[in-house]
C-alpha cells in the first residue's frame, strides 16, 4: 500500500513538472533558452529586435547559454509557455500540449486573470491604456484634472454612443474596463495588435484602446494623424513571465536587479522609446 502511494506521488509531481515546463538546471543543460513571444510595439520586432528581445538575449548570455526566439500569437502565448489552453473561464485545461517557450516577454500586462495562471517578475515597463482617436475627429482630449479617477470616468463617458475597438483577452479588452455598456458598437479587434492604428486611421471605428507602447509607437509612425482622448485605466505594469514556481524567475531577477541599478536597463528603454519621458 505504502508503495502504491509513494508512485502515485511520484507521478503527480512529474506531471506537475511537466506541465510547468523546465527549469533552470533542465535549460542549462539544453543549452538554450527559449523566449517566446509575440511582435508588437518595439517589445518584439519580429525582425530579430526590440526591447523584450535584447533583453532575453543579455539573460541568456548571464545563464551561460544560446538564445532562441520562439513565435507565437497571443491566443497561444500562455499555453505555448504552460502545455495547456485556457478556457473560456479562464482555467487551465486537462489536456496537455508541447511547451514550446521557458519565459515569455512580450510587452506582456500584468492583470489579475493571468496572475492566477503564471509568475510574473518585476515590472519591466510602466504602461496604462488610453483612449484614441484619429486627429481630424471632433472629439477634444480632456484637460486632466489632477485626480485620474475623475479623468478616466470623464473619458469614459466620451465613448458612450460612439464605436469602439479592442482587443479581447489582452489589456486592451472593453471588458476590463466597463466599457461594453457605453460604446454604441463593440468592434473585436483579431491580428497584430501593431495593425490597431493602421485599423483605426482607415475609419474601422472612431474610437480605439491603445495602450502606452503602441501610442508612442502610432504618434512616432503616422505623426498628425491620432490623438490621445484621455486615460481608460490606471498605471499598469508589464513584465516577464514565468510557469508558476519556476526558479528561473529567481535567476532573471537576480540578473535583472544588476542591470537596473548598473543604469543600462533605462538606456535600453529609451533607445526604443525616445519619447517615453513624455509620459506622465
Sequence with gaps: MKRTIFLFLLLSAL??????GEGLKDIRKR??????????????????DGLD?????RFASFLGVKYSFVPTDWENLIPDLLGRDIKKDGSLSDAKRPIRGDLIASGLTVLDW?????????????????????????????????????????????????SLMGCPGTCLDPNLYGLRGLAKDLITFEGNLNDLVPALISGRSELV??????????LASWPGQIKVIGPISQKQEMAVAFPKESDLREEF??????LVDKGEYSLMVEEYYPSIREFP
Excluded at 506531471?15 to 510547468?20: E, G, I, K, Y
Excluded at 482617436?133 to 482630449?141: D, G
Excluded at 531577477?253 to 544588476?258: H, K, L, Q, T, Y
Design 15 to 20: 506531471c506537475v513538472s511537466s506541465a510547468q
Design 31 to 48: 543549452g538554450e533558452l527559449r523566449h517566446l513571444g509575440v511582435p508588437y510595439a518595439h517589445f518584439v520586432s519580429g525582425s530579430g
Design 53 to 57: 528581445v535584447e533583453l532575453m538575449r
Design 114 to 162: 493571468r496572475k492566477k495562471l503564471i509568475d510574473f517578475s518585476s515590472p519591466t515597463f510602466t504602461t496604462q491604456v488610453w483612449l484614441v482617436t484619429r486627429a481630424n475627429n471632433p472629439i477634444r482630449p480632456i484637460k486632466p484634472s489632477g485626480y485620474l479617477t475623475k479623468d478616466i470616468e470623464e473619458t469614459k463617458e466620451l465613448i458612450r454612443g460612439r
Design 209 to 218: 484602446l491603445l495602450d502606452v507602447p503602441d501610442v508612442l509607437v502610432g
Design 253 to 258: 531577477e537576480r540578473f535583472f536587479s544588476e
